[in-house]
């Protein structure tokens, strides 16, 4: 979508941190998601956060939300080799949903 | 099923030809929804149903493109007279519909080709 960009590519070594970014126009976004999508597969949910939210924290993962700069990010710590995938961010408003979705960041994971 | 099934995986057609593509959705998710992945670009929305309501048809790129949700359930989204342009992943999503925070969970696609 034109209203959420992301970066393409990211690579990383395996077992440092990934930092994936994203930024979104809309200012009333209510809820903000990444996805994963892994090679011939469908997307799969991996982690959303609510607009009045500035961190959320999931074992590996971690999201961070400036509302100001409507800047999203997805931290990924000790990154492994299963974690090469696109991964997807996107936006929904109140009482809509449809999804906004960026292009994807490839991340590829290198030993 | 426990997901979202799509059919077929692949689909190879040459240009000019109908195509239908089929989503069976998680059940009891009364909303389903269609989006493309074109290569290098992220899904953009075709169309939406949910329940009874008139469907949002507001992504769909032209009039070749049609879908419909028999029975509240399974979809099929037919492109007529094909094009190149057309080549792309076909996603389908279901979720529950009820409102609020709602995780959309997405089939594998159908992978079309127009020669």
């Known amino acids: 979508g034109e209203d959420v960009e992301q970066s393409l590519f990211l690579s990383v070594r395996e077992g440092d941190s990934s930092v994936i970014n994203c930024t979104y126009t809309d200012s009333s976004s209510t809820y903000l998601y990444w996805y994963k999508q892994e090679p011939g597969a469908g997307l799969q949910l991996l982690t959303y956060i609510f607009s009045n939210m500035d961190m959320k924290q999931d074992q590996r993962l971690t999201v961070l939300l400036n509302k100001k700069d409507k800047h999203l990010s997805l931290r990924i710590a000790d990154t492994q080799t299963g974690d090469s995938a696109i991964y997807f961010c996107a936006e929904s408003m109140r009482n809509d949903y449809k999804l906004s979705f960026g292009a994807g960041t490839t991340v590829t994971v290198r030993a | 099923g426990a997901g979202v099934s799509q059919s077929p995986s692949n689909k190879v057609t040459e240009k000019g030809k109908d195509v239908e593509l089929r989503c069976d959705p998680i059940s009891g998710h009364t909303a389903l929804y269609w989006y493309r992945q074109s290569l290098g670009q992220g899904l953009e929305f075709l169309i939406y149903?949910?329940?009874?309501?008139?469907?949002?048809k507001s992504g769909l790129p032209s009039d070749r493109f049609s879908a419909e949700r028999t029975g509240g359930s399974v979809s099929t989204l037919t492109i007529q007279r094909t094009q190149q342009e057309d080549s792309a992943v076909y996603l389908c999503a279901s979720s529950r519909g009820t409102g609020g925070l709602e995780t959309q969970y997405f089939g594998p696609g159908t992978r079309l080709l127009v020669l």
């Open positions: 149903f949910q329940g009874n309501s008139a469907p949002d």
